[in-house]
């Protein structure tokens, strides 16, 4: 698909805008045919997603089934099956000083929303953000990567297909085209990408007062006690770091492992490397590729500044600028202050870092901005609790990796620097609605004990509430 002028821009803006009322009327059960319209596209094109994103960044059909399209398709159904209870008006408690009264949470649609998808999950993030936003009953401006033009002509004729563009529109632009979307006036903006940009979008929004959600990114640590089966944790490291080539937010970015078992790590890390993925790593069709020459300039430079350090390799092989293919890496010693050990890697290169104590594990962690996910990987309660207790993270998931993102009755977000607020699942619908406060005098209005002229009668009033409630 073309991208986008400044001038459609405004034109699908002017439409979305003037619609928002009647779009914000629509039924439970119209929002719903709708999410059961859109799951069923999604199956019958599902080859055509997987040879999409292929042609894109030559990823796994089997790789882009599971972490696209079933994400997806989960996403949808779940929302399918509980739109109608969470948008349902909820009763909540009062106290016997409201006893005369009812009180209730609305939910309703926030209005005309933007939504700002990224290029590494270029079919899930746009399809489980924009199910939440219809689900809500907003008009959505669904804004793709330029990096993924494939999956996007597939997303953009999905999506024409099943809403007129006051309704939802896919877009797709670059700097320019962004930064006029960013001053148009939304009633909510949904972001996913790096915390560098993050800022740029939480400060545009602050100039029309919108509401964002802000999925962001940051170092995911791992620690891994000694107390582990080591084969499992060291397969499910690799799984979780190298699959969509590394590319992932909640990826684990470097890990911390007790140094008593540093040996058999290392060598069990260089079997199962082998083992998933061969001798020549670049032959394997499970692998997928840099998304372009510029994030695989940014990678290879950690890889040339590392070998300009005291760093050492436990895992290395041949690199391709040509097919923008990085072999799996694992190194360690590397310094502190290094440019891997500062930025969010987002690539398949592994830090490891050994500690003699939790407690400096803990440390380096607490030295760095909050991250996104952080994973712990030990038999040992005492030790998962500590680290819990000792640290903060958006998500944290126990001798495992990367699944707290698909439970689905977990939020998903991130914490200052790696996100705020929460989406997936109810938070999601959450997220795209306003939870409206309603409260009814069922008698007779409240107000009326206090009413004027203030005399020594309400002094009595208020004596007696401030002994019975104060």
């Known amino acids: 698909m073309q991208k986008i002028t400044v001038e459609e821009i405004d034109a699908i803006y002017a439409q979305q805008v003037a619609n928002t009322w009647q779009v914000k009327q629509t039924s439970i059960a119209q929002r719903t045919t709708w999410l059961g319209s859109l799951k069923q596209i999604i199956r019958i094109k599902e080859e055509e997603i997987k040879a999409a994103i292929y042609k894109d960044f030559r990823k796994s059909p089997i790789e882009t089934e599971t972490t696209e399209i079933l994400a997806s398709l989960l996403e949808i159904d779940l929302f399918i099956k509980n739109l109608k209870r969470w948008a349902k008006p909820k009763s909540v408690n009062s106290s016997l000083l409201f006893a005369s009264t009812k009180a209730k949470l609305h939910y309703e649609p926030k209005g005309n929303t933007l939504i700002i998808t990224p290029w590494n999950y270029p079919f ?38 099943l809403f007129e563009r006051k309704h939802v529109a896919v877009m797709v632009g670059e700097v320019e085209e962004t930064t006029h979307l960013l001053s148009l006036k939304f009633d909510h903006i949904h972001f996913t990408g790096s915390p560098n940009v993050g800022k740029i979008i939480m400060a545009a929004a602050a100039k029309n007062l919108s509401a964002v959600t802000l999925e962001l990114g940051g170092k995911s640590p791992a620690f891994i006690d000694k107390s582990v089966n080591l084969r499992e944790t060291v397969k499910n490291i690799i799984w979780a770091k190298f699959v969509n080539m590394g590319q992932t937010c909640i990826a684990p970015d470097y890990l911390l492992i007790d140094k008593n078992i540093a040996a058999d790590f290392e060598k069990t890390i260089r079997q199962e490397i082998l083992s998933a993925f061969g001798t020549s790593a670049i032959s394997s069709t499970d692998l997928a590729r840099i998304i372009n020459e510029k994030q695989y300039d940014r990678l290879a430079s950690y890889v040339e500044n590392l070998e300009a350090s005291s760093a050492e390799w436990i895992v290395k092989g041949e690199n391709y600028r040509d097919q923008l293919f990085i072999h799996p890496m694992v190194v360690k010693n590397m310094p502190m202050n290094s440019p891997i050990m500062q930025d969010e890697i987002f690539g398949p290169i592994l830090p490891i870092i050994y500690y003699e104590r939790l407690q400096d594990a803990l440390e380096i962690v ?29 998500g944290t998931t126990i001798n495992d990796a990367m699944i707290h993102i698909i439970h689905p009755a977990l939020p998903f977000g991130g914490v200052n620097n790696s996100g705020i607020g929460q989406s997936l699942g109810i938070y999601g619908f959450k997220t795209f609605s306003h939870e409206r406060a309603v409260l009814e005098a069922k008698y007779f209005p409240m107000s009326k004990m206090f009413w004027y002229p203030y005399t020594s009668r309400t002094e009595q009033v208020l004596s007696f509430f401030k002994k019975i409630f104060g």
């Open 366 to 394: 607490a030295r760095k901005e909050k991250p996104l996910a952080l994973y712990i990987f030990s038999k040992d309660k005492q030790y998962q609790d500590r680290v819990l207790q000792h640290t903060t993270a958006g």
């Open 124 to 161: 899930q993030l746009p399809i489980v953000h924009l199910v939440a936003s219809i689900a809500a009953g907003n008009t959505v401006i669904l804004k793709l990567s330029e990096s993924t033009p494939h999956i996007n002509a597939v997303i953009n004729d999905i999506i024409s297909n």
